[in-house]
């Protein structure tokens, strides 16, 4: 088998992307050590940067490489399943889904008591992470009746240490991102918000190898699957402070 001849399992990251990963640490990088370890492997990690377009990682990660040099790897994490991106990257195997997110409004139960909705929020200060579903959300909610209150920050969790620190109201950002940085702190909670332009159910997250590659497939799939079997799974989301939510 090749990838065992190799003696490498080649996994891609996302950069800056805590708690999943960042600074080489984080969910997805721990699911990567164990998935290498499972296979009898040593783990190379290739953090890369993420591009505009989901379709754009693929390529650069996963089939093609990046034009600098950069990958392929033999494995993507953090990849949305997707019938449509499936449909749209015939040369990639989306599969072994490990993970639900959600998109959850945090809010300082000490400044807002109540949440009904968003409209609880109406005039109060609320972080989001740069270029992120989270802005689009909340800048064009309402017809951007929260637009003036919307504060932008680099990542998520910087908007959730402003939130702590008392600079915010709230944040709307993935769930994952909340939990990882307020580890059940009394004094903030999480609420479901409804959006228009997106299912309360969220989305759910696996990885993606090239599509030929299928003795590859197998071995992560099974790997996955004895994460999850076997709890493993759930104690690596719980380190990083997360509630794995299985697909």
Do not use: C
């Not at 019938?83 to 072994?96: C, G, H, S």
């Amino acid at each position: 088998m090749k990838i065992k001849q190799s003696g490498t399992l080649k996994v891609a990251v996302y950069k800056d992307f805590a708690p999943y990963s960042a600074n080489d640490e984080g969910i997805d990088v721990d699911i990567a050590n164990a998935l290498a370890k499972k296979i009898g492997l040593t783990l190379s990690l290739l953090p890369f940067q993420a591009r505009d377009d989901v379709n754009d990682d693929l390529r650069d990660m996963v089939w093609k490489g990046h034009y600098l040099g950069y990958g392929p790897a033999d494995v993507l994490l953090h990849v949305p399943v997707d019938r449509r991106l499936m449909a749209e990257n015939d040369k990639v195997e989306i599969f072994a889904p490990y993970h639900r997110e959600t998109i959850r409004l945090v809010r300082d139960i000490r400044k807002v008591p109540d949440f009904e909705n968003l409209d609880s929020m109406t005039g109060k200060k609320i972080g989001v992470e740069k270029l992120s579903m989270s802005a689009v959300l909340m800048l064009g909610a309402e017809d951007g009746k929260f637009r003036e209150n919307v504060k932008i920050y680099s990542t998520a969790a910087e908007a959730l240490e402003h939130l702590k620190t008392g600079e915010l109201d709230g944040v709307l950002a993935a769930r994952s991102e909340i939990e990882s940085v307020l580890r059940n702190d009394p004094n903030f909670q999480i609420s479901k918000v409804e959006f228009q332009r997106l299912s309360s159910a969220g989305w759910v997250v696996g990885m993606a190898v090239k599509k030929d590659d299928v003795e590859l497939i197998k071995l992560l799939q099974d790997a996955t699957n004895e994460l999850v079997s076997s709890g493993e799974m759930t104690k690596i989301f719980a380190k990083h402070g997360v509630q794995l939510v299985t697909p």
